[in-house]
């Protein structure tokens, strides 16, 4: 059995976006790992190489021609992308990689992510059909997300791939559309279960001794609810909790309403790039910021430093008013955080068990339900306890295992014997 994985975001920092990246690596990469053949095929790097083995992972990086006049990311020229990889792409994965083994008796699926990917899937679709060997591969297409339903063909793309989606929220939204899609959740990947070092986190909160530290980190969109976060933290700060919100955002229009509205709410801001990466910036940013009601973070954070914020805060705001799945509240239960999650996509979280849920638009309510951990820190310390417990269950590994081989292994015709896993 082949794994071929379609996407426009991938692995390289040129191709990270969002949580799609976070999810086709992650999920590539486990498979990769338990030994089956699998390639991920992605918008990449137009300077490194058009294929790369990396850990037994096949790296395909298309687009490159278009990707060297377009610097700005993955999305940077998205329309000529799209076109490109949907006339290209198919035609050569299927003559160069799946032809030849479907030919010699073998059996592939192919996993495709979001709306770019969609008409790559009808064209891989009719060469498969063409050629007589469409019974021997699986298709899916998955949705992360509702954006650009209105571009999908919805009764042709069923007719080619069985839909999955990340979330009972996702699926019931999309019954309205005529679809029932299965659901494959997001899983993490073993790095994040990595814990920071205890001399990190002492220094960290050695440095913020006395404030009660709060972090988000999500694009600069309404749906994130950033404007709430900032009612948050004006509350707290009333209630005399000496707050410091610790943010990251993106590129996005809304983050200059979002500085206006802290200054109208007389939050002073301080705008911090990091001198370098890793730890020793996120350490250096929290420095000299005894005046300061938000640090708002202009450089990329990378796994290490987010592990060491999601941990080291007294809580994650990851809470959207409409969230699909919600990776970064998963991500910071795998930290040992606190994550405040909303209550649309996150299957995962079980208020006041694992995480806070927050369901309304009234900033006092994580003061009530944050503020009953502030006083007992044995309960705090629980729901630390249950949200890594719960990450655990959503490791890439344990996806894989109870969720999408046995679809796999359902849908084939005939079935491929089942991978088993061993217990770490």
């Not at 298309?62 to 990707?67: L, V």
């Not at 030919?103 to 060469?127: C, F, M, N, P, R």
């Not at 021997?136 to 998955?142: A, G, K, L």
Request: charge should be negative; include cysteine.
């Amino acid at each position: 059995m082949q794994f071929h994985i379609l996407s426009f975001e991938g692995p390289d920092p040129y191709a990270q976006a969002g949580g799609i990246a976070s999810r086709v690596t992650g999920l590539a990469q486990a498979l990769a790992d338990a030994g089956l053949e699998t390639h991920l095929w992605f918008v990449g790097d137009p300077e490194l190489p058009g294929h790369e083995t990396r850990d037994s992972l096949q790296l395909h990086r298309w687009c490159q021609w278009i990707s060297r006049y377009h610097g700005a990311g993955v999305y940077d020229g998205e329309a000529g992308k799209h076109d490109d990889y949907a006339a290209s792409l198919p035609p050569y994965l299927f003559q160069s990689v799946l032809l030849p083994h479907l030919l010699s008796g073998g059996k592939a699926t192919i996993l495709a992510e979001e709306w770019h990917t969609v008409d790559t899937v009808l064209h891989l679709d009719w060469l498969l059909q063409q050629a007589g060997v469409r019974q021997q591969v699986t298709i899916f297409w998955n949705a992360n997300n509702t954006f650009s339903f209105d571009r999908i063909d919805w009764g042709r793309l069923s007719q080619a791939a069985v839909i999955t989606t990340v979330s009972r929220y996702m699926k019931h939204l999309m019954w309205g559309l005529g679809v029932n899609p299965l659901v494959i959740p997001n899983g993490l990947s073993a790095e994040v279960f990595v814990p920071p070092a205890q001399a990190a986190v002492s220094t960290f909160r050695s440095r913020l001794e006395g404030r009660t530290v709060v972090s988000k980190m999500a694009r600069f969109d309404p749906d994130k609810r950033w404007l709430l976060t900032i009612d948050t933290v004006g509350v707290m700060k009333l209630a005399g909790w000496r707050p410091l919100l610790i943010a990251r955002g993106g590129v996005e229009a809304h983050g200059a309403e979002v500085l206006r509205t802290a200054a109208a709410r007389g939050l002073r801001v301080v705008e911090c790039t990091m001198p370098e990466p890793g730890v020793a910036g996120l350490l250096h940013a929290v420095s000299g910021v005894d005046d300061a009601d938000i640090v708002s973070l202009c450089s990329p954070v990378d796994p290490q430093s987010r592990q060491l914020l999601f941990h080291s805060s007294h809580a994650v705001l990851a809470n959207s008013g409409r969230e699909p799945f919600g990776l970064v509240g998963l991500e910071t239960m795998a930290a040992g955080g606190v994550a405040c999650t909303g209550c649309s996509g996150e299957d995962y979280a079980v208020p006041g068990l694992n995480a806070l849920v927050l369901e309304t638009d009234d900033p006092r309510e994580f003061l009530n339900l944050f503020g009953v951990l502030r006083a007992n820190p044995s309960q705090e310390h629980a729901m630390r306890q249950a949200g890594l417990s719960t990450a655990q269950d959503y490791q890439w590994t344990e996806i894989l295992r109870r969720v999408l081989l046995p679809r796999v292994h359902g849908l084939a015709i005939p079935p491929f014997p089942l991978f088993t896993y061993k217990a770490a």
